[in-house]
């Protein structure tokens, strides 16, 4: 189908990406990768596009740096982008990966965005028969937290 499924060394895409955004932004973007390389199948363009919402994000709604995290796990790989900065009320978390969302907090305002860039990432989690889950809490932070599976169930092994 639309995926171009292959294995990949998903901790190099992270490291070349921190390296862009960071530059790019100014920002502190720490990379914490368990392991020399990090195999995953899937789509590499598509984790690629999915890590730099994550963190787009990260740099939009914190000022601190950033940690994201590349785990190998026994049935799969997690990946991890954390930041310390406004957090989502929990009440809100439900609904963020929706199209057009943002949580309506005066401080948003400030940063641009059409809240397309969860829902995007939630397909790209999908297609990946990943999961995802967020631990955030008002003024310290947000983890986004996604787990993918070894191999592919709609996808030859
Ligand atoms: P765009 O898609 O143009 O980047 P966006 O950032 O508003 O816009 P999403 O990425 O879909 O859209 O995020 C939806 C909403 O979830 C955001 O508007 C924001 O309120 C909240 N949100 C997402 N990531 C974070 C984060 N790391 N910290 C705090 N709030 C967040």
Redesign the pocket.
């Known amino acids: 189908d639309w995926l171009n499924i292959a294995r990949f060394d998903v901790s190099q895409v992270v490291k070349e990406l921190s390296d862009v955004l960071g530059t790019t932004f100014q920002r502190e973007i720490r990379v914490h990768i368990n392991g020399n390389a990090v195999q995953m199948k899937g789509d590499k363009d598509k984790i690629r596009q999915l890590l730099l ?1 994550l963190i ?3 740099i ?3 000022k601190e740096p950033i940690d994201v995290r590349v785990r190998p796990e026994k049935n799969g790989v997690k990946l991890e982008v954390t ?1 310390y ?4 009320p929990e009440s809100e978390i439900p609904y ?1 990966f929706e199209r057009f ?3 309506d907090s005066a401080r ?1 305002r400030s940063t641009g ?7 995007i990432a939630k397909k790209i989690i999908d297609m990946h028969e990943g999961t995802v889950e967020v631990f955030s809490k008002p003024g310290s932070g ?1 983890t986004i937290s996604i787990q993918f599976p070894r191999n592919l169930k709609s996808s030859p092994q």
């Open positions: 919402i787009d994000n990260a939009k709604y914190s930041d900065g406004i957090g989502v963020m969302y943002r949580v948003h965005g059409s809240g397309l860039g969860l829902s947000t």
